[in-house]
């Protein structure tokens, strides 16, 4: 099955575009896309713990279970607003 | 009329304040975030706002109406600019319309902060020598991180 | 600029906040308080509010000054509307910028409480059936009263 | 000596004026033009524990000595802003 993946502020300058579509397996989660990325940019393994992941734009967990032309996105801390 | 918008120009306060307020309200409270022109010790020249959009909108209209719910509020207005903006431009204005102003504070107070928080939007500083993406706050709790979070799926391999 | 002005004529919030935001400000708060259509419970048809004019602007003033001082922001300003006022209108405006934004909600805050505790202005209630001077706010601790309150030569009589 | 009285809000309608001139004694201090007006509108009597006053519109207490030419004031509470 096929995803699309969307990639924000930091982590698209690092991945270098803002979206492409993955090819995963049956039954893949969220998890598995965060696995292809980490092998891909070892930069990105560091930042898991402060990223957030969606799925079809909620927000959602890596154990998530993906369906064929999900949306999934990984999420850079938000920085919306102006002043702290 | 929504209550949650993302525009490309100059945010215009007046009419969404005029717009807000009924014969029933007795305070309306304005919060404008504004492009500073320093961050972090360092002179910024301007921003570029980004956003993951339709989330962004459907989150801002999430946070609108649980300001409406947990606060008693009677109606707030939630804008929020993209783009490249300027030292001195709005990039965010909340409005709150109600009965009594405590209610009106702590509602403005809670969307923003909470705003900043959870809605996915992005901003770079750009500087005399560069440009970084501003470091974000952490997500809160409620959110799932991508590792380190506790999650079911992922704990039981 | 004066930080406190009181006018006759109805009050418009955009150039008071165009004119007090700067370049090193991260935040405005605007408060404005409006006349509602309702007081316990009767429908109003219109306000008067009238002042001890030069006191209420010189407490003003020292309001504005105490609030830059107490709470760090950078500036204020505080606009209160005398006369006759229609439902809907807006009696006080009050302006903060700062460069954080919790120091302005702060300061937001304590300057309407305070100003209506202590600013010598009084307001007229018009229903259907009648007028009445609206019952104000107890004067705080630190206003002696007239009967009461401690004071030496009285207590020494 | 001569002093200047105002009156505002609710004590404005019980006075009937806005403001009046008082001939004083030397000496006299705010609390003689609150026993002046006391005993000449009762009902001003058990409005005291919540007035305010001001002399030369500076809030002050009854104890203060007034000179000629002083600016006294007698200020119901005060309901200013708009909502509560």
């Not at chain 2, 009965?99 to 005399?128: C, M, N, Q």
């Amino acid at each position: 099955m096929r995803v699309q993946v969307l990639f924000f502020g930091v982590l698209r300058d690092l991945v270098g575009r803002a979206s492409e579509t993955l090819e995963l397996d049956e039954d893949a989660t969220v998890a598995d896309v965060l696995e292809h990325y980490q092998s891909r940019i070892p930069k990105i393994r560091e930042m898991l713990p402060s990223l957030a992941l969606s799925v079809n734009q909620h927000y959602s967990g890596p154990g998530a279970v993906l369906g064929n032309g999900d949306e999934v996105a990984l999420l850079p801390p938000v920085s919306g607003g102006a002043c702290r | 009329m929504m209550r949650a918008t993302i525009v490309r120009e100059p945010i215009d306060t007046q009419p969404v304040l005029a717009r807000i307020k009924q014969p029933e309200d007795g305070a309306a409270i304005v919060f404008e975030g504004v492009v500073r022109n320093n961050a972090r010790g360092r002179q910024t020249l301007y921003l570029d706002y980004e956003a993951y959009e339709p989330m962004a909108l459907q989150q801002m209209a999430q946070l609108a109406a649980q300001a409406l719910e947990q606060y008693k509020v009677r109606d707030v207005a939630i804008v929020h600019r993209l783009g490249r903006l300027e030292i001195g431009e709005t990039s965010v204005l909340i409005v709150v319309a109600s009965a009594h102003r405590g209610a009106g504070y702590d509602a403005s107070r809670w969307l923003i902060d909470t705003l900043k928080r959870t809605v996915p939007i992005w901003k770079k500083e750009y500087f005399v020598d560069g440009a970084v993406w501003a470091d974000g706050e952490p997500f809160p709790e409620e959110i799932t991180r991508a590792q380190g979070s506790p999650s079911p799926r992922v704990a039981s391999k």
